[in-house]
DNA sequence: CCTAACAATTAGGTATACCTAATAAAATAC
DNA sequence: GTATTTTATTAGGTATACCTAATTGTTAGG
């Protein structure tokens, strides 16, 4: 019984970003988000409770202590590949997804030691999310999506929840990044786009797109 | 019939080295490389002669046109970390080896290209050895062994064929590293070691430790 | 020329991680 | 409270890449 250890990680990473909006993760919702048919699954999700990395209930899966410690490790390579990609070697924002889930595996401990040191122990990737500490310690910033702002409303942008390359550059084209200070100038009712100001310029931006940006 | 292809590209990775040293590869000494049986790789050099990556003749395995193109972009990949490594996150030349292993199967096209470009398109990895163009054209020098040269030859080094960490280091800690001007004492006789000249300071070294210092 | 040694392959078998189709269990609808 | 839908699992099967043991083939010795 040998381990296929970037599989592995990439189901304690997956499990891990689902239990943040839906505690126990149901394995449905895990196969959909690993593009894995759902026995496949629930097959894999034994094999890592047998390993400790997970305990699986009738409502679904968590990480234990372990499968957690994993997840944050893996999600620390991730979001330091991120940072190595665009500060050091010039990326968009955009194109460091994909790239940095392929590093993630491959990233030896001493190398993420190297990464997060060259670049002065980055706090959050960059799209915003905070990278965990070698100990796992993860300082989550109290924050609300772009979405819940009334009329008048000012926030400072903390990060954006989205990984399509398209809509990132589309947003960045709007100066919608981390750091930045948004307006909200009005929320049409019904659902409809808010009209927020960013560094002068207006745009109306659509519900579902600004409950994926955070702001403090 | 899907491709698992980092373990193709080791495969072609390995042929490459050593058809340089033994033209046909035998299969018993790629399955010593690998770390594999030898029927483990007469069954995959089937597939890949399948795939069209390589001949394979009852003398032995070569790389056709294709092959050869896949191996050295990974050789180019795998250069390129270990120049990362070396040059931007401030790894020894000893600690980059088994971290660019795992790193050439991770690094897209466009990565592979940044590096090169925030590197300032780098000719050599750390060892000395060249790194192959995005065309696949490979710069070779004219070098001989250092085991080679006679009482009172001096040499520049150019690449030092060696991988272990502890040789590594000992190799560095005499100076004896790329772009470094040798001169030779002496050669004792039958073998024995060649008393060398490095920046002031003189060292016996073994013929076999020689011999892996190619220089011009 | 025949035989010992070595090289390579075939035969047969393991483990992993995936799949589809069928079934069982749970939640929701009415 | 039963029927329908959704969710999860079992059953059965595929492909890949590895292994050991047995066999064939080739090279070199005597």
Chains 1, 2 share one sequence.
Not at 107 to 130: F, Q, V
Request: a negative charge; proline letters at 6%; hydrophobic letters at 35%.
């Amino acid at each position: 019984m040998e381990a296929d250890t970037p599989r592995i990680e990439e189901y304690l990473e997956s499990i891990y970003k689902l239990q943040q909006e839906q505690h126990p993760v149901s394995t449905s919702r895990l196969a959909e988000h690993l593009k894995l048919s759902p026995p496949s699954v629930s097959e894999m999700v034994k094999k890592l409770a047998s390993k400790e990395l997970v305990s699986h209930t009738e409502k679904g899966v968590c990480l234990t202590e372990e499968g957690k410690s994993i997840a944050k490790k893996v999600i620390r390579r991730h979001r330091l590949s991120e940072r190595l990609l665009t500060d050091i070697l010039g990326f968009k924002w955009d194109e460091v997804h994909d790239e940095a889930c392929r590093l993630e595996h491959a990233i030896s401990p001493e190398m993420e030691d190297r990464i997060a040191e060259s670049l002065g122990n980055p706090k959050t990737c960059p799209h915003g999310h905070p990278i965990p500490d070698k100990d796992g310690i993860l300082i989550k910033e109290k924050v609300k999506p772009l979405s819940e702002l009334k009329a008048s409303d000012k926030g400072i942008i903390v990060s954006v929840f989205e990984e399509d390359p398209k809509m990132l550059q589309y947003l960045a084209s709007l100066g919608l990044i981390p750091d930045v200070c948004v307006r909200v100038e009005e929320v049409a009712p019904f659902g409809g786009p808010l009209i927020v100001c960013v560094s002068g310029s207006r745009y109306a931006l659509g519900r579902e797109v600004a409950s994926m940006i955070k702001v403090k």
